[in-house]
C-alpha cells in the first residue's frame, strides 16, 4: 500500500465541545495515530482539565516499552490568555499537524487564543439533545470570539460521532438530516463515525485496521478539504 506523504504547512487544530462524553480526547488520539500511520508529523497538546491523553500516554509507555513514541503528547495548563497566546506562537513554530485537546469550558478568558489562533476546530456531537444543545452553546461562543477578533480564520468541521446506525425512528432519523443541515451552514460536516468496539480500545502508539475503517471516510473529508482550504 502506498501512502501518499502531504505536503502542508504547519496546521494548529483544536477539538472542543462545551459537553463532556462526546468523544473529543478519543478522536483527538485516533486523528494523531491517523496522521501518524499516513507519515505524517503531529503532536498533541493536552489542556484538558482531565489530562485524558496525558494519562493514556503514560500507561501506553508502559506497555510499549521496546517501542518508539509514534508522536509526541505534551500536557499545558490553561493560566490565562498571555500563557496561552505564548503557547499558540510556540505551536505556530512546529512542522506539521499541532493537535490541542481543548478543555470542555470554552468560555474561559485563558483559551480565547487557542480559539482565535487556531487554523481549525473540530467538534464532535452525538444526535442527544443535551450534546446538540451544548454543541449550539459552543458555535455561538465562537461566533462571539469572530467578531471580538476579526483576524480569526478558523474553520469548523463538526463529527458526528460513535452513531449507532441500527436505532433511530423515523422522525428521528429526519431530525439526524435536519441538525446535519443547520450544521452545514456553520462548518463542515463529516461522514459520520459509526459505534464500534474497536474505538474504545485506543492507545497513543497505533492504530488498529478495524479502527482506520471506522474513521477513514470522516478523517480523509477533513484532510481533503485541509488541503482544499490551503
Known amino acids: 500500500m502506498i501512502i501518499e506523504k502531504i505536503d502542508m504547512k504547519n496546521k494548529k487544530i483544536v477539538f472542543a465541545n462545551q459537553k ?60 490565562d490568555p498571555e500563557t496561552m497566546q505564548q503557547l499558540m506562537d510556540s505551536a505556530s513554530q512546529t512542522e506539521g499537524y499541532v493537535l490541542f485537546d481543548s478543555p470542555g469550558n470554552v468560555s474561559e478568558d485563558g483559551l480565547v487564543p487557542m480559539f482565535t489562533n487556531a487554523d481549525y476546530i473540530i467538534c464532535p456531537y452525538e444526535y442527544e439533545e443535551k450534546t446538540l444543545d451544548s454543541t449550539g452553546m459552543f458555535v455561538q461562543v465562537i461566533n462571539a470570539l469572530r467578531k471580538l477578533t476579526p483576524e480569526m480564520q478558523a474553520k469548523l468541521f463538526f463529527v458526528p460521532n460513535r452513531i449507532d446506525v441500527r436505532i433511530g425512528t423515523t422522525d428521528e432519523l429526519k431530525m439526524w438530516k435536519q441538525t446535519d443541515a443547520i450544521f452545514k451552514q456553520l462548518g463542515a460536516v463529516t461522514p459520520r463515525i459509526t459505534a464500534r468496539a474497536a474505538l474504545k480500545r485506543i492507545n497513543t502508539f497505533e492504530i488498529s485496521p478495524s479502527q482506520r475503517d471506522a474513521v477513514r471516510p470522516a478523517f480523509e473529508f477533513m484532510i481533503r478539504r485541509i488541503k482544499d482550504w490551503w
Open 20 to 79: 463532556g462524553g462526546v468523544g473529543k480526547s478519543t478522536l483527538c488520539i485516533l486523528f494523531a495515530n491517523y496522521l501518524a500511520w499516513k507519515k505524517q508529523d503531529v503532536c498533541i497538546i493536552d489542556t484538558d482539565l482531565q489530562k485524558t491523553i496525558m494519562m493514556q500516554r503514560k500507561k501506553d509507555k508502559e506497555l510499549y516499552l521496546t517501542s518508539e513514541e509514534p508522536y509526541n503528547v505534551q500536557d499545558f495548563d490553561v493560566a
